[in-house]
């Protein structure tokens, strides 16, 4: 299974199946495997779809769960990205806890941002003085944020931290997250857009627009050259 740089699907199914298929041939080349999930709505559904439709199809136990970003709330609310990704995937699949590396929302901000860097930094490769992940998914908001990177938060581009502690620009929640320098040093990244609310992004950073540079999503670039970008319809229409 090969991915394009720009790969649109008619139904977020489709692009779950061509994802997983993706995945799994991946999964089965490596003696290990390490993801850092993204929030959000869009990977519940897929979640739900894998668990569904390739609990056997994937070595999940192979596999290493950690975070992208996650909100700085307790791992039981509602807006936690580890409660969904527990609900939805990992206890499904009974992944055991040892492969699970969640990011502490309920600790202070700032103090978890230290206590991640240096958890990513235990427990994975380190390459150029970066903890190396084989792959990171990443969401993109209507306003072109992806992971916690938001765009009045341009100047994080430049950290040279492993993980940051911001807050939303609209509704102040304190967020972690995983630095540009971390997505970019992954030897893949492949983005899961979803939803109209993102056609007018997807079309600036896609087609290269100067605006585009407004956008913390334009700035993933994997030095790796490995940046797969999977659409729905609605989010990518036919032109
Ligand atoms: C989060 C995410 C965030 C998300 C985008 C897209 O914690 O909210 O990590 O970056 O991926 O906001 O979210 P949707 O897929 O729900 O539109």
Redesign the pocket.
């Known amino acids: 299974m090969t991915l394009t740089t720009h790969n649109t699907f008619p139904s977020v199914a489709e692009l779950t199946s061509t994802f997983a298929d993706w995945l799994g041939e991946l999964v089965a080349s490596k003696d290990s495997f390490s993801i850092a999930l993204?929030?959000?709505?869009?990977?519940i559904f897929i979640f739900d779809y894998l668990v569904a439709n390739y609990r056997d199809k994937i070595e999940w136990q192979k596999i290493k769960f950690y975070w992208?970003?996650e909100?700085c709330v307790s791992p039981e609310d509602a807006e936690s990205?580890y409660r969904a990704a527990m609900e939805h995937l990992l206890l499904p699949l009974g992944i055991p806890a040892a492969n699970i590396f969640r990011i502490q929302g309920e600790d202070d901000p700032e103090d978890e941002a230290l206590r991640y860097a240096q958890v990513l930094r235990d427990t994975l490769p380190i390459v150029n003085g970066v903890p190396k992940l084989d792959l990171v998914l990443?969401?993109?908001?209507a306003d072109g944020?992806?992971?916690?990177i938001f765009p009045n938060r341009l100047d994080l581009l430049a950290s040279a931290r492993v993980c940051e502690a911001v807050t939303h620009p609209e509704s102040g929640q304190s967020r972690v997250t995983i630095t540009m320098q971390v997505i970019n040093r992954a030897e893949r990244v492949v983005f899961l857009v979803?939803?109209a609310d993102k056609t007018e992004k997807v079309k600036l950073i896609t087609g290269g627009k100067q605006n585009a540079k407004l956008f913390p999503a334009t700035y993933v670039n994997p030095s790796s050259g490995q940046l797969y970008w999977l659409f729905d319809q609605a989010a990518n229409p036919k032109p």
């Open positions: 993204s929030g959000g709505r869009t990977p992208g970003d909100r990205n990443l969401g993109m908001g944020h992806t992971a916690s979803t939803g």
